[in-house]
């Protein structure tokens, strides 16, 4: 069970509603008292100096790495920090090397930031990019897949987790197709890492991509996890080098070879904190705690007239996101009113899906509410109570 004051943890509570943690989550005390002490106590650059603030800053930027390795479950491969998942994606798309007419599959329930990069791609390289459309409620056979995936396929980019419809979607079997066809499969975990116990073992991906602010941590960090480190670099600089001669250079091994640069060392020990507090928490109990809320606004909204509720149901095989719209409102007029009247923040329009929504035959997009573990039922009661409100006046 999830604690109820855990809640005085998050002080904006007090003021809204909060329902839109796909998209940022808030961070708990604990995470911004961590990176606080970094700018107190050791505020220092990494790996780049023998000072003993120097050495603390490497140390804590270490044990954060390490944190979140065992967080998934990478006993082995390469973990790289990343500023989002947006930027874990293009360093696959634009580090691996392609040659005209391989394939990339994916699908149309992916958020831009696993669609653009491959449209791309798709222009500057020549490869065959085949978009696979899921059915009305975000189910797709992996069958429909399995058929896309040919020899010349190079690599399979599929979502864990809707950011729009909230299913999951079934990577583990898609994974074995891959391995059958020799195929590369990225998962894009931004919206399943932060909720479901995840261990890459188990998924089977060859590169797991996700985001620190959506789980608790703070904006500007996100993981790339990579089986076996044959990319190229996107950024070359300080840091991801062992020598530079007038003539050429030599890249360093491990994580650093793809942090060039200063990091964003206050946001991964921050992440790091995040992680602890998660684990602390329990995944377990945080998708069990989700997933009773998930259900009560599900059966709550499909109770109102003039609602409709997108996606797969009150189902156990999704996560805490939840898509609707009202007969009559605009998706932006909805968001609007529930912050005016109930203080509920959501969110609304595309929601980083245009052609989903073109798919869904919602070319306005929807209302989005989003939850995380410091969501509670009267939080869900109050969106469902407003609502009705808006829906009974629209």
């Given at each position: 069970?999830?604690?109820?004051?855990?809640?005085?943890d998050?002080?904006v509570l007090?003021?809204?509603?909060?329902?839109?943690?796909?998209?940022?989550s808030?961070?708990?005390?604990?995470?911004?008292?961590?990176?606080?002490?970094?700018?107190h106590v050791?505020?220092?650059?990494?790996g780049?100096?023998?000072?003993?603030?120097?050495?603390?800053?490497?140390?804590?930027?270490?044990?954060?790495r390490?944190?979140?390795?065992?967080?998934?479950g990478a006993?082995?491969?390469?973990?790289v920090?990343?500023?989002?998942?947006?930027?874990?994606?293009?360093?696959?798309?634009?580090?691996?090397?392609?040659k005209?007419?391989d394939?990339?599959?994916?699908?149309l329930?992916?958020?831009?930031?696993?669609?653009?990069?491959?449209?791309?791609?798709?222009d500057?390289?020549?490869?065959?990019?085949?978009?696979i459309?899921?059915?009305p409620?975000?189910?797709?056979?992996?069958a429909?897949?399995?058929?896309?995936?040919?020899?010349?396929?190079?690599?399979v980019?599929?979502?864990?987790?809707?950011?729009?419809?909230?299913?999951?979607?079934?990577v583990r079997?898609?994974?074995?197709?891959?391995?059958?066809?020799?195929?590369?499969l990225?998962?894009?975990?931004?919206q399943?890492?932060?909720?479901?116990?995840?261990?890459?073992?188990?998924l089977?991906c060859?590169?797991?991509?996700?985001?620190g602010?959506?789980?608790?941590?703070p904006?500007?960090?996100?993981?790339?996890w990579?089986?076996?480190?044959?990319i190229?670099?996107?950024?070359?600089?300080g840091?991801?080098?062992?020598q530079?001669?007038?003539?050429?250079?030599?890249l360093?091994?491990?994580p650093?070879?793809?942090?060039g640069?200063?990091p964003?060392?206050?946001g991964?020990i921050?992440?790091g904190?995040?992680i602890?507090?998660?684990?602390?928490?329990?995944?377990?109990?945080v998708?069990?705690?989700?997933q009773?809320?998930?259900?009560?606004?599900?059966?709550?909204?499909t109770?109102?007239?003039?609602?409709?509720?997108y996606g797969?149901?009150a189902?156990?095989d999704?996560?805490?996101?939840?898509?609707?719209?009202?007969?009559?409102?605009?998706p932006h007029d909805?968001?609007?009113?529930?912050?005016?009247?109930a203080?509920?923040?959501?969110r609304s329009?595309?929601?980083c899906c245009?052609?989903?929504?073109?798919h869904?035959g919602?070319?306005?997009?929807?209302?989005r509410a989003?939850?995380?573990?410091?969501?509670n039922?009267?939080?869900?009661?109050?969106?469902?109570?407003t609502?009705?409100?808006?829906?009974?006046?629209?």
């Open positions: 069970m999830i604690p109820a004051e855990i809640r005085s998050f002080p007090s003021e809204v509603i909060y329902l839109d943690s796909a998209a940022t808030l961070s708990p005390e604990p995470v911004l008292a961590a990176m606080l002490e970094y700018e050791y505020r220092a650059n990494t780049r100096g023998v000072h003993r603030l120097a050495q603390v800053a490497t140390q804590k930027y270490w044990d954060a390490q944190r979140v390795k065992r967080f998934i006993e082995s491969g390469e973990l920090f990343t500023k989002n998942t947006t930027e874990a994606i293009n360093m696959v798309a634009l580090g691996l090397p392609w005209k007419g394939r990339v599959v994916t699908t329930l992916e958020h831009h930031s696993n669609l653009l990069p491959w449209m791309r791609t798709r500057r390289h020549g490869i065959d990019l085949r978009i459309p899921p059915g409620d975000g189910a797709f056979d992996p429909d897949l399995e058929r896309e995936i040919t020899p010349g396929t190079r690599l980019a599929v979502t864990h987790a809707s950011n729009v419809l909230g299913n999951l979607v079934p079997e898609i994974a074995e197709i891959c391995r059958d066809r020799g195929a590369l990225l998962v894009d975990g931004a399943s890492v932060p909720h479901v116990p995840v261990r890459v073992e188990e089977g060859d590169f797991l991509c996700f985001s602010h959506k789980m608790l941590g904006t500007g960090t996100g993981i790339l990579m089986r076996r480190p044959e190229e670099p996107l950024l070359l600089g840091g991801a080098v062992e530079v001669t007038g003539s050429g250079y030599t360093v091994g491990g650093a070879r793809y942090e640069g200063t964003n060392i206050a991964a921050g992440l904190r995040a602890g507090y998660l684990e602390a928490l329990g995944m377990g109990e998708r069990r705690h989700e009773a809320l998930t259900r009560q606004m599900i059966e709550g909204l109770g109102i007239d003039g609602v409709t509720v797969p149901g189902t156990p999704r996560i805490g996101v939840v898509s609707f719209t009202v007969q009559g409102l605009h909805v968001a609007h009113l529930l912050d005016e009247e203080d509920i923040m959501v329009g595309h929601h245009m052609p989903l929504m073109t869904l919602v070319p306005d997009g929807t209302v989003s939850l995380h573990c410091y969501n039922a009267d939080d869900v009661e109050k969106l469902i109570g609502v009705r409100m808006i829906a009974g006046g629209a």
